[in-house]
């Protein structure tokens, strides 16, 4: 199985701020099968990026993701309040879909 | 409007067995793959299961595989997960999601989920 290891655990950083995490994957696999998630407290998870660099609908341009083969980014290139949360990445190919373990964005 | 409504969460006994229920509603169900992911307190995402739109097809985490079992009924628009020998570590809030085609797609919708509580 593939394992997702995210980094750092914890980014702390202020409004307007860039915002840059880690995804790396324990062995290659194409980033078409690569997903980052959002999820706030007492939400369910939301879908940002998938396909490694594909923003989902109504996700805003401040968010992107890039990267290929086993390392990964999610970039936020402005934090706005409401950008405060966990995010996750996700392998979604071959079963296991794994996640990494999440990475919280604080104030 | 699109949902997805888990529900048969609770308490049970270690070694006992639980039916969760997901009812999906504001899509055509049958198009979708879907697949059950859960969360303990305090901690991260744990994807489980998934099965084809059809359900013909199946997979496990390595975690519940021959514990969980993970079926569907598209003529009521709904997913089921048959959880089996529950320990302390299945205490956790579990989601229903969807993702379109074979399930080589992203979730790209979630429900709320329904907490499991494993206590003697």
Request: aromatic residues 12%; glycine residues 10%; charged residues 15%.
């Amino acid at each position: 199985e593939i394992v997702l290891t995210q980094s750092p655990g914890t980014l702390s950083l202020s409004p307007g701020e860039r915002a840059t995490l880690s995804c790396r994957a324990s062995q290659s696999f194409s980033s078409s099968y690569l997903a980052w998630y959002q999820q706030k407290p007492g939400q369910a998870p939301r879908l940002l990026i998938y396909g490694a660099s594909n923003r989902a609908t109504g996700i805003p341009d401040r968010f992107s993701g890039s990267g290929s083969g086993t390392d990964f980014t999610l970039t936020i290139s402005r934090l706005e309040p409401e950008d405060f949360a966990v995010y996750y990445c996700q392998h979604y190919g071959d079963s296991p879909k794994m996640f990494g373990q999440g990475t919280k964005v604080e104030i | 409007q699109m949902q997805l409504v888990e529900s048969g969460g609770g308490v049970v006994q270690p070694a006992r067995s639980l039916r969760l229920s997901c009812a999906a509603s504001g899509f055509t169900f049958s198009n979708y793959a879907m697949h059950w992911v859960r969360q303990a307190p305090g901690k991260g995402l744990e994807w489980l299961a998934a099965i084809s739109y059809d359900g013909t097809y199946t997979f496990y985490a390595y975690s519940v595989r021959g514990r969980f079992t993970i079926s569907r009924d598209n003529s009521r628009n709904s997913l089921y997960l048959q959880l089996g020998s529950l320990t302390t570590e299945d205490t956790a809030l579990y989601h229903c999601a969807r993702s379109r085609g074979d399930g080589k797609n992203p979730l790209d919708y979630w429900g709320q989920g329904t907490l499991v509580t494993v206590s003697s």
